[in-house]
């Protein structure tokens, strides 16, 4: 386990002075990497399906529903800090994979809740740690999103709040957040 200096670190330096005492965390989820291009990792996108017109897989979208897998990019200060892909399920869980290194604890998972017709809000719990892969804490990851009313993308904004160990409060970030949806063609 060698550099686990991972998602966690570059927000780890917004709040350094909440940090000087502490090690510098560590994860995955949503959190940047100092070690990461600030460059959006692209993915293509959807082309329209040639007989109908629609866009493939549309049938099984419902008019401004979260449900299905998604691209999502977080933003933080005017930058790309994360690029995932992340899955909302039926029943109220939701799965994220970001792109970072496998070895570096690349799957996070969550739960959310309609709040509006085309509203949702999440709240995504993740484990910190040192550069040694010791646990420091945890950041608890929330979002409140509203899906486009054809359910092809989601915006909204989320804030990260971090806790040592004890459960003692370290420090907060927010940026806005947007989605993407995949469809199967």
């Not at 996108?45 to 977080?74: C, F, M, N």
């Not at 509006?116 to 608890?140: E, Q, V």
């Amino acid at each position: 386990m060698k550099e686990m200096l991972i998602t966690k670190s570059l927000f780890a330096a917004v709040v350094t002075g909440l940090y000087l005492l502490a090690a510098t965390p560590a994860g995955a989820c949503v959190v940047p990497s100092a070690t990461r291009s600030s460059q959006e990792v692209l993915v293509p996108a959807e082309p329209p399906d040639s007989e109908s017109g629609a866009t493939a897989g549309s049938q099984w979208t419902h008019r401004g529903s979260i449900v299905g897998l998604w691209k999502t990019v977080y933003y933080y200060q005017g930058q790309v800090s994360d690029v995932a892909f992340e899955s909302w399920e039926r029943g109220g869980t939701e799965i994220l994979n970001d792109y970072t290194n496998p070895i570096e604890d690349n799957v996070c998972l969550g739960v959310w809740a309609q709040t509006g017709p085309r509203s949702f809000k999440l709240k995504h719990p993740s484990w910190t740690f040192d550069t040694s892969g010791n646990l420091t804490g945890t950041a608890i990851i929330r979002a409140k999103v509203t899906v486009d009313d054809d359910a092809d993308t989601f915006s909204g904004t989320y804030t990260v709040d971090f806790y040592d160990t004890s459960g003692h409060f370290l420090g907060h970030v927010e940026g806005p957040v947007k989605g993407t949806r995949i469809r199967v063609d």
